[in-house]
């Protein structure tokens, strides 16, 4: 009996410290020493080109980082910030920085993470916590609309000048923040749905100050940093802008924060500072203007590879411990017919709670092994999304990625690139000629009638596909989301509660 309550106590253990370690299966590679440094590049799609580092903006006055925005190809098709530190925020207006043609019939949305639904919006102003990249997201030209976004203090005081920007009506856009020296945004972005009452379409971001500024100036310094949606300096072509002019102020805001607290006066803050909320969606009504306290992400260590290996081992030892002592135990008392009918009753009633139980700590834990495991061993895992390898690898499948040297591809190997025309999407093809000479790949889709159009270079490869499982990426694809975490705990939760009341079965038929 104590050995039985010890092992469910062990594997409810190795369930829950799985459950807080699962990872998003698109996660990047990172580094694991303090000095690592980060990059993130930035793609112009196929319906514009960048303009230079006009709206690209980073604030690193928390970390200091020496940061570089680099515009690697001509034609500005491609930037990439680098030096990024853990912590650093980027602000990236994709809307003031794409020159489109002006008969074109798209317009700038905002900006979403490379791999992700090309109809997907994501933050346009993000904590670097990986190298990633983002590539611009457009949108048809429809029912267009403006919007307006205020920089106000708690007081209702405004702090920077209003911008106006466009958007067709039901879309979400994902407006950043504005940085202002000496005050901290309640959330670094807001959403909210677009109306055709353009009165109702206002996005106010509210400040709170964070130090304290001498009365003897008079004055307040105050640097903005422009960025989010289009800027209305043409509204005839549906809203984008193309000359919006931006300033950024890198400098001297670590060494405010390390004097936080004091003034000219020697006078002193003692309220603590408070993180803002990545993002608000103004539709909730009861979505709170005040800041959420969050821990910001810390970088990953080795440690944490011994304990997902060590967690695997003993969920998986003890998960075969229980196992046969159940067994055991319910052979023994199916034996025991004498007993009472109520007595019975109660221990049928252990067992289901037992079995139930242990059954989605079990599923829980076998769920997250197939994330776990194979990034200890140096494989990516990617969720196939699309049906171009059908029926050899359906969609919904996980799939999972070695590295390999592109001379030792061999014609028929299914392998995963950077799409050569769609810039950060990731393909999974076939492998129909490997031109060792001229460095690239001749692939095809095992469902398409022909060949690729466009010959994969040998730096596009990220490895060969050496296993796949079907339908297991869309579960995990959902579990890895917050609502899925939500949800896996809560059967955690339901599955302790179970062991919980057979527990207190067990220990009254022994009194």
């Known amino acids: 009996m104590k050995r039985c309550k010890i092992l469910k106590k062990i594997l409810l253990a190795c369930s829950i410290c799985t459950l807080m370690n699962v990872q998003n299966v698109f996660a990047q590679k990172g580094g694991n020493e303090e000095c690592y440094t980060y990059t993130v590049t930035l793609y112009s799609g196929k319906q514009g080109t960048f303009l230079g580092e006009e709206g690209i903006q980073v604030d690193n006055h928390l970390t200091g980082s020496d940061y570089q925005i680099l515009e690697e190809q001509k034609g500005g098709e491609k930037i990439k910030i680098t030096g990024l530190k853990l912590g650093d925020i980027v602000v990236a207006s994709a809307p003031s920085n794409i020159k489109m043609e002006d008969t074109s019939r798209y317009y700038v949305k905002g900006i979403r993470e490379s791999g992700r639904d090309n109809s997907t919006v994501g933050e346009s102003a993000f904590r670097v916590d990986a190298d990633k990249e983002y590539v611009v997201a457009y949108g048809i030209k429809g029912d267009m609309v403006s919007y307006t976004v205020n920089y106000q203090d708690e007081e209702g005081n405004t702090l920077a000048e209003s911008q106006q920007f466009y958007g067709t009506v039901g879309d979400q856009p994902v407006v950043a923040f504005r940085y202002i020296e000496n005050y901290q945004p309640q959330a670094y972005n807001l959403t ?46 549906g809203g984008n802008n193309n000359n919006n002019d931006m300033g950024v102020d890198n400098t001297g805001t670590e060494e405010n924060g390390e004097n936080n607290g004091e003034n000219n006066g020697g006078n002193e803050i003692g309220e603590e500072q ?76 252990a067992i289901i709670c037992n079995i139930v139980g242990g059954t989605i700590l079990v599923a829980i834990i076998l769920l997250c092994i197939p994330l776990i495991l194979p990034k200890i061993f140096g494989y990516q895992v990617y969720t196939v999304i699309s049906g171009s390898m059908e029926p050899a690898i359906p969609v919904g499948s996980l799939v999972f990625i070695d590295e390999i040297e592109a001379e030792k591809v061999q014609e028929g190997d299914v392998i995963a690139f950077y799409s050569a025309s769609d810039s950060g999407a990731i393909i999974t093809h076939r492998v129909e000629k490997n031109q060792v000479v001229s460095g690239q790949f001749i692939t095809k889709g095992d469902a398409n009638d022909k060949a690729d159009p466009m010959p994969i270079k040998y730096e596009l490869l990220i490895g060969k596909v050496v296993m796949n499982i079907p339908i297991l990426g869309k579960i995990l694809s959902v579990m890895v989301t917050m609502q899925g975490k939500i949800v896996a705990g809560v059967m955690v939760l339901f599955a302790t509660v179970l062991q919980l009341i057979a527990g207190k079965i067990q220990n009254s038929d022994l009194t």
């Open 192 to 237: 909210k749905t677009l109306s055709r009452n353009e009165a109702d379409n206002v996005f106010t971001f509210v400040y709170k100050k964070t130090i304290a500024q001498t009365e003897e100036n008079g004055t307040n310094s105050t640097n903005a940093e422009a960025v989010g949606g289009q800027l209305n300096n043409n509204t005839t072509n």
């Open 274 to 349: 408070q993180t803002p909320q990545e993002l608000v969606n103004l539709d909730d009504e009861e979505t709170p203007l005040a800041n959420i306290k969050n821990t910001s992400a810390k970088p990953r260590t080795m440690k944490n590879m011994l304990l997902f290996l060590g967690i695997g081992v003993a969920a998986i030892a003890a998960l075969g411990v229980l196992v046969t002592v159940l067994f055991k135990k319910k052979k023994k008392i199916t034996r025991r017919k004498t007993r009472v009918n109520q007595k019975s009753k109660k221990k049928v009633g």
